[in-house]
């Protein structure tokens, strides 16, 4: 069993930046791709980014490219989302999701989710 905590949220405003962190229990964190997705009030979950075990390939959606940055620490089993030049449209609860393989993938076939931690940005 793999456990996921986020944390990081908050309120912000459009412009401002905020970083969110996933803490993984288990040891087979550094094996795992990770990922970060989002579901705003009546909306899908969406993908937002996703990082191979070893950090060497990521993946963003193309509404936060150049924005986000999604990074990992494997000697902390954390992995993180760097979020700047917010947006009202990035308002949402961001969750972290960690699949048992290597590779990444932009769909929802992940193993394990976070509760979330909501990131709400004022215009």
């Known amino acids: 069993q793999v456990q996921l905590v986020e944390s990081g949220g908050g309120l912000v405003q459009a412009g401002g930046s905020l970083r969110l962190s996933c803490a993984a229990s288990?040891?087979?964190?550094?094996?795992?791709?990770m990922g970060w997705f989002r579901q705003a009030p009546g909306k899908e979950r969406e993908f937002v980014a996703a990082?191979?075990?070893?950090?060497?390939?990521?993946d963003y959606a193309d509404s936060v490219k150049g924005r986000f940055t999604i990074s990992r620490d494997n000697a902390k089993n954390t992995v993180y989302l760097q979020m700047n030049s917010l947006k009202p449209e990035d308002t949402a609860i961001y969750y972290c999701?960690?699949?048992?393989?290597?590779?990444?993938?932009?769909?929802?076939?992940?193993?394990?989710w976070g509760q979330g931690t909501q990131v709400t940005v004022s215009s």
């Open positions: 990082i191979s075990r070893s950090g060497s390939n990521t």
């Open positions: 999701a960690t699949r048992n393989t290597a590779y990444i993938t932009s769909t929802r076939e992940y193993d394990y």
């Open positions: 288990g040891r087979t964190f550094s094996r795992n791709a």
